[in-house]
């Protein structure tokens, strides 16, 4: 049973880490294209962090609570 949370709380941390790389993707584009938004690259280095972190705390919750 508890395995299956590892599994969830992996599927989670991926799917929020999906979401950021998407929005910093979306940021860095506008970034270029309008230079009236030149700090828009601060919130995309955000955005990637955040997605990274999130990936890591789910990759560790799997290893962690399933042994895989």
């Known amino acids: ?5 590892g599994i969830v709380l992996y ?3 991926l799917a929020i880490a999906s979401l950021c790389e998407v ?5 860095l584009v506008i970034s270029m294209t309008n230079h009236s938004a ?3 690259w601060l ?3 955000f ?3 955040v997605g990274g ?3 890591l705390a789910g990759r560790a ?8």
């Open 11 to 13: 599927w989670c941390g």
């Open 1 to 5: 049973m508890i395995s299956r949370l």
């Open 38 to 40: 030149s700090e828009a």
């Open 53 to 55: 972190f999130s990936w």
């Open 23 to 27: 929005a910093a993707i979306v940021m």
């Open 43 to 45: 919130g995309a280095v």
């Open 61 to 68: 919750a799997k290893y962690i609570l399933t042994g895989t």
């Open 47 to 49: 955005f990637a962090v």
